[in-house]
């Protein structure tokens, strides 16, 4: 079974800041996801990834296969970005194994 | 967004009463989930299905049951419901494997 460890679990910014996200796994996996759950939660996907980096916006996710460990970066931070961001691996047959998530909270 | 839909949004009821909690999607996805996100333990695994009548357990199945009789509908059933099935159920769908998954507004459940 994956183990999924993120860190932090809390993160307190101040807007505009450059943030990054960390998730490490125990075992080798076909596919990375990152999520990410507002208050009164529904649950967004972000990315999935299975090697190298992808952008969206002022996101970008990373993956370092051999290192078994993913980033989750935001730049130019927003209040609107106060959310659980939650890293996930594998998926089809095996459904998704969790990280219990980062609480991040964006201040004006 | 894959229009998915569960059913019901609350649900309040007592321990020992059986509960079927409905998730129905629009997109044809063969994979469906159903997790339970509880404080302290994140998102968990309950039952997944690949295809109309195919299921199977996840981490966290003791207690629980589900069936799919039909692509769209995916019905995860408490037979005898207990406190510590209290939780936030989310079901989700996948449409070939190894995809971002989709996910349902959630059913938040307690039992008293």
């Known amino acids: 079974k994956n183990e999924v460890e993120q860190s932090p679990q809390n993160l307190t910014a101040q807007e505009g800041e450059f943030i990054t996200i960390n998730c490490s796994y125990s075992v080798g996996i076909s596919a990375l996801h990152w999520l990410q759950q507002h208050p009164g939660g529904g649950i967004v996907s972000l990315f999935m990834?299975?090697?190298g980096k992808k952008k969206h916006g002022r996101l970008i996710a990373t993956i370092n296969i051999q290192e078994k460990h993913s980033s989750l970066h935001i730049t130019a931070s927003h209040p609107r970005d106060s959310a659980v961001y939650i890293c996930a691996t594998g998926g089809g047959a095996d459904g998704l194994t969790f990280g219990k998530g980062t609480h991040l909270i964006i201040q004006p | 967004d894959a229009g998915i839909t569960q059913s019901p949004r609350h649900k309040v009821t007592e321990t020992g009463t059986p509960v079927t909690l409905r998730c129905h999607q629009t997109?044809?996805?063969?994979?469906m989930y159903w997790y339970r996100q509880d404080p302290g333990h994140g998102l968990r695994l309950i039952h997944y299905s690949y295809g109309v009548k195919d299921t199977d357990k996840g981490e966290v199945s003791d207690g629980y049951s589900v069936s799919r009789s039909k692509t769209e509908d995916f019905l995860l059933t408490l037979e005898s419901a207990t406190s510590s099935q209290t939780s936030v159920y989310f079901c989700?769908?996948?449409?070939?494997?190894?995809?971002?998954?989709?996910f349902g507004d959630g059913t938040r459940l307690s039992i008293l």
């Open positions: 989700a769908t996948d449409g070939q494997g190894h995809q971002p998954q989709h």
């Open positions: 990834l299975s090697s």
């Open positions: 997109e044809n996805h063969r994979y």
